[in-house]
């Protein structure tokens, strides 16, 4: 899934990154709302990780939202944050 399209199933998407960054606020959530620039500077203020690990652990996360999504799909059991 790219991040344009995570836009538009961002509240499923709220509801997974809840789960997995309790940290995150819901406020964090709606100011995000699908991009990942946003995303990854809240989880880099609320976890204390370096720029580019909050950018890839967002990657992350998206394509493992991406396989839990689809249809058939076994899903990926590793965390998608390491």
């Known amino acids: 899934m790219s991040w344009n399209q995570a836009e538009g ?10 789960k997995l960054w309790g940290i995150l606020a819901d406020d964090d959530l709606a100011v995000a709302r699908g991009r990942r ?3 990854a500077g809240r989880l880099q ?5 370096a720029g580019e690990e909050a950018r890839q652990q967002a990657d992350r ?13 076994h899903g990926l ?3 998608p944050r390491e």
């Open 9 to 18: 199933k961002w509240k499923q998407i709220a509801g997974a990154l809840r």
């Open 37 to 39: 620039d946003i995303l």
């Open 45 to 49: 203020e609320r976890y204390g990780v």
């Open 61 to 73: 996360f998206c394509e493992w939202f991406r396989v839990q999504m689809t249809p058939g799909a």
């Open 77 to 79: 059991k590793a965390d």
